[in-house]
């Protein structure tokens, strides 16, 4: 798959042949995958359906329910949500293995839960207590358990990429039937370590996955002021294969990544997906957002992720208020019992810089995709 | 004069010299039509225009980078980091790039990186971070850290001024807490350090936010003289001014919102040792955030974080040696 | 030129189809300009022609002088030079005009020389001496006399790039006939600053020129383990035009940077320019390059750039070893006066951290090509 | 016991380790086919295997990050930095995501970065540079420098083994010129200080290549009784040996060879003129290099980096006080 360099040709002959070629070979292409959709997804069954859309129920569910703690001022610092993508993060993580690592960004609350995370941990970590994710030491969105293959986002967007071809890169090495996967958002993919982490894993071709979040805004900064071509584009110069899909499409998503894994795991290179969505509230709380034109909105919010799953699913017979049901009763306990842990002991603040013992590598997540069975 | 606030005297500062100067260009996340996640460039772009209030994509390293190339053909660019963790991501450009180029090749580079730092609101790790010793440690470029409404507007002024790469760390927990008269229009700060309070039993050197948590602490302890040295200036460093309050003083506690290991209080620490050690009639007391990551939940954020009662406890114990 | 943000289309409309329509805007195709070469280039008199020649000759015989005071440990530090890609920074700094500043890189010594910088001055800063063009704080290739608008190169790669940027930003809001250049490696490439620095001009559109010396080695690492595909094919991704050019033929170079910086002039923002060429020595002179195939190098020598454009002014009746003897006299003379200047002084080891006066912009350069004359 | 030249035995840690454990991974710009820009890495390809001897592209961030997901995913991941220098351009991924990672998420992160650090054979700014300090000003970061053969194989084995990020400043200036007395295969040098040699009127502490220029200071000056102390581990610091020397010698000398402003002498100075004030007998003497670049012509760089003649003359005004 890879290019010969200049080199490997006659020195007078220009490079530009070689990459037109290039162009016309099918991994450089960028075109969506064929998605398979409509009545029968041949690789979700009706549980997997339900399941898709249960999660992204509870992920807004939660996240819902951390706004409501947030404005009662039990949350403390800056509150993020993902409201309107949940189909990107959920369709994505369930289309992983158990021992696919995922590194999720902001907006990605449902690969937490996919990966096995309880709402309970949740919200105990967004309430900062020491039985959350993270012993209270980290905030909102920036969590991960790492015994459930999850890895925390750093802040700096988007450190976690290179990290992602690393993990992969370790994968291929030692031979095992293993993938990443890395979700960012467009804005982020401005950054240098976006281009390091790209470039880097189509060199190596590990097995990893890019799912671009594309919501258009960067915080406030819209699309024309990050890019002028679809970052997907660069997918084909990096010398790997770039598909769009529909981001509000829970099984649609689930689709493409699925696809990639299984090309990762053939040895076929890293992916670039860019799912495309809406971010249908402001950077964070504090943001009302409203340099977001509101025909934009009403666009989108008839396009709700959750609702069209829905639908789906109503046309199939299930009986989606019971699930509905289930989940706010989920983390209605969740939030009872998160909220009667206790606060965090100030001795503890200092300890834990440092590991002390033997460094446990990442544990294995749930993989509830009925292919996994 | 007027009364404003930390954050709106930065504000004015950067209306005022683009006012004045058509070279002052701000580039930065989000600080065009949003104003800033802090909202301290509110209002510029609708003032002048987005031609010189530039909302960047997210590139750290080319933000100052380009303000590099844009300062060294004559314009005096402003970079305003989104919060101050960022400039990690900015970090070789400053210190390779901005940080060498006069020594090396007579290049001056006037930019202004701007910083919002320092925690106390529960930020956690990465929205809580004062980075400032490592450039400290970095030769070339300049480092300020006002504590007063009226010596942000100044020393931000001069900083743009100044024909330097100058980081200017803005503390967050300030930006609205800290109100003061601020005169209009221009005028500079200088780069040296201000008495806030004499004394002469002990000297507490504080910079930034720490500056108003030390002078609660001292205000605790009426029956002692206690000196409160406000650096403002990290670099250029006013050692004239410690060594002078150690002289008038004998003893001495040096304050950090930063992490303890090779912070700025080290080194106000290790000048004394090595220049002032006549003078002392006790030990060096350093009061840091110790060597962790700011953590996010409020017992464990004011656990780590330098308290009154922590300098407060500092200062009885070295009053009594 | 720039593409609508997936925000301006309706939400349902996957971004594939307009970065489609991209592919097919001129702009974005990554194709050779038509390189007008052969006996009477449209642009280039004989004189420049002859220019051209020198320029690489002298680049050429200031290295070699180097290369022996080195020898002779008169030279300290490290050396490294540009032998075999002389035309590419020759030809490209021949096309800026005297306000352009250019930001060369380790090979490329003729573009110092285009824009007014004396040999007596390269030599002098090879060999230390506070008369060279960095006062002797520093060494081998990293100088640059900012006074006749050249940025001296930081080590650290890409680092001019964003700076270049930069330039041309300020440029563009002052409404300036200018445009910055700046050289750099396939080996730069990869790294972060690269991807922010394009990406950032093509977004703000700015008049910059980045010229890509391909010589498919970073060091010793070939171009297939840097990247899968030659880097000329982001540009189209990244919403510029991108072009590859024989980098061994000074004419051809020379014409492509002139109708870039006509675009970027004329408001078309910024090009990529992939120069094929060959680095005929080692990474350095520690550096015996024996991963480097032998009949590499022996193609490659037989596309020498000096014996190319030789061949064209013999085949016009220039007396060329007139020149070649003038340039040896000049670099003899030069190497006699350089060695003559008295060391620094250790007394000024630490003055000129800062500025103390008023910081002065970059000067002009000489602009030797006869369209600005 | 073989006669290994401090290259040499930085190259047989790593062929021990990787022969030990499968785990160890190495990952650079040129380690490979070209083995090194130092030839550190000579021959690890051909023993190795490219799959473990890993040529990357030019880009530290995604080196280090790469690292870092390795590791968590069960490698040992050792990185190169081509020089020290480069490592401005892996910054973020080393102090916001290797340092960070345990205390914020229990996740640990055992890689180690290699640094060809320090200056002295006229590198310039860019290839001299000992960037240690900003380093130690960062949590979570482990940071050791050797000075001899021994300790240099010891301690990268102990990184190598440690479940925390290191970073390993290997000196440039040592790989060719100190050779020692080194054990065969597998050994680990502890993360504490050491006596270089004793006395009780004076103590050098120093690190790295100013071991040997103390050392040679100190023989200069046959008739006082200098201790030299070795600290090999910046961070964790081995206070205790800084105390237990500084009582007792009462006097002490700090040497730095990288910038003066917030370096890792300016921390010892602090630790001592707090925790040891009452045992000192003089002011706490730094040596270290001026807040400038390191300039590229010799006469220059020798002005500017601490030498012989600066450390014994900073012993012998000391000693006189
Ligand atoms: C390197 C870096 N610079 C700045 C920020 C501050 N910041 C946080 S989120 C954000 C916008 C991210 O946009 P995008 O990647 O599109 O993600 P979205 O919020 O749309 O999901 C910014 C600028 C950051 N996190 N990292
Ligand atoms: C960020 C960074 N990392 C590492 C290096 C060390 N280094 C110097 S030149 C070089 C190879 C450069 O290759 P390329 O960009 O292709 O330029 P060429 O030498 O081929 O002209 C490397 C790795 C560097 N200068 N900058
Ligand atoms: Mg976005
Ligand atoms: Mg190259």
Redesign the interface.
């Known amino acids: 798959?890879?290019?010969?360099?200049?080199?490997a040709a006659?020195?007078?002959q220009?490079?530009?042949s070689?990459?037109k070629d290039?162009?016309r070979s099918p991994a450089?292409r960028?075109?969506?995958l064929a998605a398979e959709r409509g009545a029968e997804p041949p690789y979700l069954d009706r549980d997997d359906r339900v399941a898709l859309f249960r999660f992204m129920v509870l992920h807004r569910a939660i996240e819902e329910r951390g706004v409501s703690l947030y404005k009662q001022g039990k949350v403390?610092?800056?509150f993020y949500d993902g409201r309107g993508q949940e189909a990107t993060c959920v369709g994505a993580a369930f289309a992983l293995g158990p021992a696919d690592?995922v590194c999720p960004l902001i907006r990605d609350l449902g690969a937490h839960l996919v990966k096995g995370t309880s709402p309970r941990a949740v919200l105990a970590h967004y309430l900062?207590?020491?039985g959350g994710?993270?012993?209270?030491?980290?905030?909102?969105v920036?969590?991960?358990d790492?015994t459930l293959g999850v890895?925390?986002m750093?802040?700096?967007?988007p450190?976690?990429?290179?990290?992602?071809?690393?993990?992969?890169?370790?994968?291929k090495?030692r031979r095992e039937a293993r993938c990443?996967l890395a979700l960012f958002g467009d804005?982020?993919t401005?950054?240098?370590?976006?281009?390091?982490?790209m470039?880097?894993a189509?060199?190596?071709r590990v097995p990893a996955i890019f799912v671009l979040e594309?919501n258009?805004?960067?915080?406030?900064?819209?699309?024309?002021?990050?890019?002028?071509?679809?970052?997907?584009?660069?997918a084909?110069?990096?010398?790997?294969l770039g598909v769009?899909?529909?981001g509000n499409d829970v099984e649609a998503v689930f689709d493409v990544v699925r696809q990639a894994r299984e090309r990762a795991l053939a040895g076929g290179g890293p992916t670039l997906i860019?799912a495309?969505t809406?971010r249908m509230h402001g950077h964070g709380l504090h943001d009302d957002a409203s340099?977001v034109p509101a025909e934009?909105l009403a666009?989108?919010a008839a396009?709700d992720p959750i609702a069209l799953q829905r639908a789906r699913l109503v046309a199939l017979g299930v009986d989606v208020e019971t699930i509905s049901a289930s989940v706010t009763a989920e983390v209605d306990q969740a939030t009872t019992e998160a909220l009667a842990m206790p606060?965090?002991?100030?001795?503890?603040?200092?300890t834990?810089?440092?590991?002390?013992?033997?460094?446990?590598?990442?544990g294995l997540g749930l993989a509830p995709w009925s292919g996994f069975r | 004069m007027a009364q404003l606030s930390y954050l709106e005297a930065i504000s004015d500062a950067l209306r005022v010299a683009m006012g004045e100067d058509e070279r002052v260009i701000l580039l930065g996340?989000?600080i065009g039509?949003?104003g800033g996640?802090f909202k301290v460039t509110d209002g510029l772009l609708a003032e002048f225009g987005a031609d010189r209030v530039i909302?960047?994509?997210?590139?750290?390293?080319a933000i100052v980078g380009g303000a590099v190339g844009a300062a060294i053909v004559g314009m005096r660019p402003v970079c305003e980091m989104?919060?101050a963790?960022?400039v990690?991501?900015a970090f070789d450009q400053i210190v390779n790039v901005a940080g060498k180029l006069h020594y090396r090749l007579g290049v001056a580079v006037p930019i202004v990186v701007r910083l919002p730092s320092g925690g106390g609101?529960?930020?956690?790790?990465?929205?809580s971070q004062n980075p400032e010793a490592w450039f400290l440690h970095s030769p070339g470029l300049k480092v300020l850290a006002p504590s007063s409404a009226e010596d942000a507007k100044g020393l931000l002024l001069a900083a743009i001024a100044d024909p330097n790469p100058v980081l200017f760390l803005e503390h967050k927990n300030l930006y609205r807490r800290v109100r003061g008269e601020v005169a209009e229009g221009s005028y500079e700060t200088p780069f040296t350090a201000r008495t806030v309070r004499d004394g002469d039993d002990l000297v507490v050197i504080a910079y930034g936010a720490m500056v108003h948590t030390a002078l609660e602490a001292i205000e605790q302890l009426p029956d002692a003289s206690i000196r409160l040295l406000d650096l403002r200036s990290l670099a250029p460093l006013d050692e004239d001014a410690i060594l002078a309050a150690v002289r008038d003083c004998s003893k001495v506690v040096v304050v950090d919102e930063a992490n303890y290991t090779c912070a700025m209080g080290a080194q106000v620490s290790s000048v004394i040792a090595e220049r002032a050690f006549e003078w002392l009639e006790g030990p060096i007391v350093r009061v840091a955030a110790?060597?962790?990551?700011i953590?996010?939940?409020?017992?464990?954020?004011?656990?780590?974080l330098p308290s009154v009662e922590r300098i407060r406890a500092a200062c009885d114990e070295l009053l009594a040696y």
Request: glycine share 8%.
């Open positions: 798959m890879r290019v010969a360099s200049n080199q006659p020195p007078n220009p490079a530009e070689l990459s290039r162009r450089a960028s075109e969506p403390p610092g800056s690592p900062g207590r020491p994710v993270s012993a209270a030491r980290e905030g909102n920036h969590f991960g790492a890895l925390g750093v802040s700096m967007l450190d976690m990429m290179p990290v992602a071809v690393g993990m992969a890169m370790a994968f090495l990443s804005g982020a401005s950054v240098g370590d976006w281009h390091e982490a470039n880097f189509a060199v190596q594309h258009g805004y960067a915080y406030s900064t819209p699309s024309s002021r990050q890019f002028v071509v679809d970052p997907v584009e660069r084909a110069a990096y010398g790997m769009s899909v529909d860019a495309h809406m340099y934009q666009e989108w396009r606060l965090p002991d100030p001795a503890t603040a200092t834990g810089v440092f590991c002390d013992g033997e460094a446990i590598p990442m | 996340e989000d039509v949003h996640a909302d960047t994509p997210i590139c750290e390293e989104q919060f963790d960022f990690a991501c609101f529960s930020g956690g790790p990465y929205h110790p060597d962790v990551p953590p996010f939940a409020p017992a464990l954020e004011s656990a780590v």
